[in-house]
C-alpha cells in the first residue's frame, strides 16, 4: 500500500487548510484510514481516523475544527482543518490500517504550519 499526502503549508492562526491522501497498491481490506500529527520535541499522535464503516474518531484538541471524510471510489481520505492554531504545527502522516495482520502503512509527512 503506497499512500500520497499533499495540501500541507504555512498558514496564519485561523485560516484553513486541506489535506488529501491518496492509497494505491494493494488496498484490500483496508479497515481504516486517518491522519496522525508529530510536533517537533513530542510523539506522533492521532489526529483523526475513518473506518470502512465511516466510524469517525477525532483526537479532543481538534473536535469542532478538523472534519475528515473518505471518498471510496478514489481511495482518498481528506482532512479539512479549520480555526487553525499555532498549536497545530506539526508534521501531518495519513495512515492506513489492514485488519487482517494488523499492519500499519504510513505516507510520507506533510508540514503544516500555523504562524503568524
Known amino acids: 500500500v503506497q499512500l500520497q499526502a499533499s495540501g500541507g503549508g504555512l498558514v496564519q492562526p485561523g485560516a484553513s487548510l486541506r489535506l488529501s491522501c491518496a492509497a494505491s497498491?494493494?488496498?484490500?481490506?483496508?479497515?481504516?484510514m486517518g491522519w496522525y500529527r508529530q510536533a517537533p520535541g513530542k510523539q506522533r499522535e492521532l489526529v483523526a481516523t475513518?473506518?470502512?464503516?465511516?466510524?469517525?474518531n477525532y483526537a479532543d484538541a481538534v473536535k469542532g475544527r478538523f472534519t475528515i471524510s473518505r471518498d471510496y471510489a478514489k481511495n482518498t481520505v481528506d482532512l479539512q482543518m479549520n480555526s487553525l492554531l499555532p498549536e497545530d504545527t506539526a508534521v501531518y502522516y495519513c495512515?492506513?490500517?489492514?485488519?487482517?495482520?494488523?499492519?500499519?502503512?504510513w505516507g510520507a509527512g506533510t508540514q503544516v504550519t500555523v504562524s503568524s
Open positions: 475513518i473506518t470502512s464503516t465511516s466510524s469517525i
Open positions: 497498491g494493494n488496498i484490500f481490506s483496508i479497515n481504516r
Open positions: 495512515n492506513a490500517y489492514r485488519t487482517i495482520g494488523r499492519t500499519d502503512y
